[in-house]
């Protein structure tokens, strides 16, 4: 079982959804807690950041962080065609991991028109 | 500034030959990191310098992998031998501090295809 789940899709949507991804871990050591979008043949690009459980906003953005369940989301408020992406969750800060990140394995997004 | 660089971004190379990538970070980052991309999945660590010093390769998944930093700066991530499984992309990250939570900026990647 990898450390951090996350769905592959592919997800598709009609532009101006709400877009909900998601992604569960299994080290409960895990402290920080990233999005990152990841347009084809490009390098991941950080989309959020959080450290504590709660929800933090950044215009259309909202990342959710429930580390007693394990689980944190990305939501996507009013899609759009340039969201069009793969979307990658990734984990850091545990003690044994020093600073690099675990990812999931990235989860394929297409708004469409 | 300009972002995190690596060059070349796309390699191919024949079963057996060895491959060298090269890594520029942002001006002043501390940290370097390589990630190991394969079709479909997420990156997957395989080493970390801070400074010069080479603090973890605990993901290099063979002995035929090998990265440098020798000066602080720049980066090169070598593959000697390659396989077919070493078809991935390869990407390079790097970070302004020590501090354990510090943002990791990433680079376009390497695609390398093993033939």
């Known amino acids: 079982q990898k450390e951090v789940e996350q769905d592959p899709g592919p997800l598709s949507v009609p532009e101006g959804a709400i877009v909900s991804l998601n992604c569960t871990y299994s080290?409960?050591?895990?402290?920080?807690f990233m999005w990152y979008r990841q347009y084809s043949r490009k390098g991941p690009e950080l989309l959020m950041y959080?450290?504590?459980?709660g929800n933090k906003e950044d215009g259309r953005f909202t990342a959710q962080v429930d580390k007693s369940s394990k689980y944190i989301s990305l939501f996507i408020r009013d899609s759009q065609p340039s969201d069009s992406a793969t979307y990658l969750c990734?984990?850091?800060?545990?003690?044994?991991?020093?600073?690099?990140?675990?990812f999931g394995t990235g989860t394929q997004l297409k708004v469409e028109l | 500034g300009a972002g995190v660089s690596q060059s070349p971004r796309y390699k191919v190379a024949k079963r057996g030959q060895d491959v060298a990538l090269r890594c520029d970070p942002i001006?002043?980052?501390?940290?370097l990191f390589w990630y190991q991309q394969a079709l479909g999945q997420g990156p997957e660590f395989l080493t970390y310098?801070?400074?010069?010093?080479?603090?973890?390769k605990s993901g290099l998944p063979s002995d035929r992998f090998f990265a440098e930093r020798p000066e602080g700066s720049v980066s090169t991530l070598k593959i000697q031998r390659t396989q077919q499984e070493d078809s991935a992309v390869y990407l390079c990250?790097?970070?302004?501090?020590?501090?354990?939570?510090?943002?990791?900026?990433f680079g376009p990647g390497t695609r390398l295809t093993v033939l």
């Open positions: 990250a790097s970070s302004q501090a020590y501090v354990r939570a510090d943002t990791q900026y």
């Open positions: 080290n409960s050591a895990f402290q920080y």
């Open positions: 959080t450290y504590s459980s």
């Open positions: 990734a984990m850091g800060g545990d003690t044994g991991g020093g600073n690099k990140l675990t």
């Open positions: 001006s002043g980052h501390v940290s």
């Open positions: 310098f801070q400074n010069e010093a080479q603090l973890d």
